[in-house]
């Protein structure tokens, strides 16, 4: 069996950007990923200003004083944030305020408590260091630094970076587009009378949703029968527009397993026994477009287990990094965090495991009872992942490996 590890290595390996980018509103590029970077044409801030309400003035005109409380200098002028500023006449102070430009020939700010203001001027109880609670033009951003690069996935932050050098729009490469369906003659939907021997398709809930966070343009193909003729025709049209196809169920190589055959007789596929719990079979390929001279020539399919918690653990592992890398994000594996393990599991498994965990009120980590891939109620407790090595017994109280749930979905 392949190591995760290597399956992940593997699937990276073969991703490529797709094709294509547009130029969106910077309100609307949430989640979208960079094509070209962004590249500032100002200083931030674009002047000196005052970091606090107070009264701007020269050092030099207080440094001499022993007692700043004898110093009395009048106030010369007012400044707002978003009005000129006229310079600083020497022996004078300007009332001024957060965020408003310093003038020309100050030097330094006095905050406001540290100043007694009456009709004879600003008396000060405060001898400032020269800069005191000025931020400099440039302090944070230097006009022509690259301050998102390209490959870059814009969070709010990254919008409100963009924002602060004056960028309306950005070029983010385009939308992957990802056609899903689900296999399996045993799935029934929500809302629709559940026969003997069936059960409500829930995967289709988790994996449309978890593929919505990813910012993809998704096309469900819904449930479709359990033939392989059905599946090949699925299989053909999907490819046409899209840049990968996903599948849930049906990977295995059983009689009623049609989903390798039929991705076999279109394109190509690995069957991976990847050594992982939950999740073991996972489907890796591609599906020839039809004409073959379409961009690529062929959709990437991947082909994940039916089991609802394999699922889900399969598409956060390694779904979500191939399609961010699709998308051209760098950035694509989650941060993984040392934390204590409040349990103990007396032994390991043969495979890595993938434990159902959340974060307790003392800051450990306590696992859910049933970790069976059936259990989804264990997502919806869990905080996360714990990643425990093959054949590794957890004592309490040791440093275990956890992914959160929160780097996953993102």
């Not at 204590?340 to 450990?364: I, M, P, S, W």
Request: aromatic content about 6%.
């Amino acid at each position: 069996m392949l190591s995760t590890a290597d399956a992940l290595a593997t699937l990276l390996a073969a991703a490529r950007r797709v094709d294509g980018a547009q130029t969106v509103e910077t309100f609307e590029a949430l989640g979208r990923v960079l094509a070209t970077a962004v590249v500032s044409t100002l200083d931030v801030p674009p002047m000196r200003t005052s970091s606090m309400d107070g009264y701007a003035v020269r050092a030099a005109d207080l440094a001499g004083a022993s007692d700043a409380s004898a110093v009395t200098l009048p106030v010369s002028q007012r400044v707002p944030a978003g009005q000129t500023a006229e310079p600083l006449a020497a022996g004078t102070v300007a009332r001024i305020f957060t965020g408003a430009t310093v003038p020309p020939g100050a030097d330094t700010i006095v905050m406001q408590e540290m100043v007694r203001a009456d009709h004879a001027g600003a008396t000060f109880s405060h001898v400032p260091p020269e800069g005191e609670w000025i931020t400099q033009q440039g302090a944070d951003i230097r006009r022509g630094s690259v301050i998102l690069p390209a490959g870059t996935r814009l969070t709010p932050q990254a919008l409100g970076l963009a924002a602060s050098v004056g960028s309306a729009a950005l070029d983010v490469v385009r939308k992957v587009r990802v056609a899903v369906f689900f296999t399996g003659d045993e799935l029934t939907m929500p809302g629709e009378p559940l026969r003997p021997g069936a059960i409500y398709n829930s995967n289709r809930f988790t994996l449309r949703a978890l593929l919505g966070e990813l910012g993809c343009d998704v096309t469900d193909l819904g449930i479709v029968p359990d033939r392989l003729d059905a599946t090949r025709e699925t299989l053909r049209w999907a490819a046409r527009d899209h840049d990968l196809i996903l599948t849930c169920g049906g990977v295995s190589v059983g009689e009623e397993d049609h989903v390798k055959p039929a991705v076999e007789a279109e394109g190509r596929i690995s069957m991976w026994q990847i050594a992982m719990k939950p999740g073991k079979p996972l489907a890796f390929g591609a599906v020839r477009r039809e004409p073959a001279d379409q961009s690529g020539g062929e959709a990437f399919f991947i082909g994940l287990p039916g089991n609802p918690v394999s699922s889900f653990c399969t598409f956060l592992l390694f779904v979500r990094p191939f399609i961010l890398r699709l998308a051209g994000a760098e950035a694509v594996e989650p941060r993984v965090y040392a934390m204590r393990a409040d349990f103990t599991q007396k032994k390991g498994d043969r495979r890595n495991e993938f434990l159902r965990a959340r974060v307790n009120e003392a800051g450990g980590l306590e696992v859910f009872g049933n970790q069976s891939s059936a259990v989804l109620t264990s997502t919806v407790w869990g905080d996360g992942l714990i990643d425990n090595p093959p054949n590794h017994a957890i004592q309490a109280g040791e440093t275990v490996r956890f992914i959160p749930f929160s780097e996953l979905m993102r």
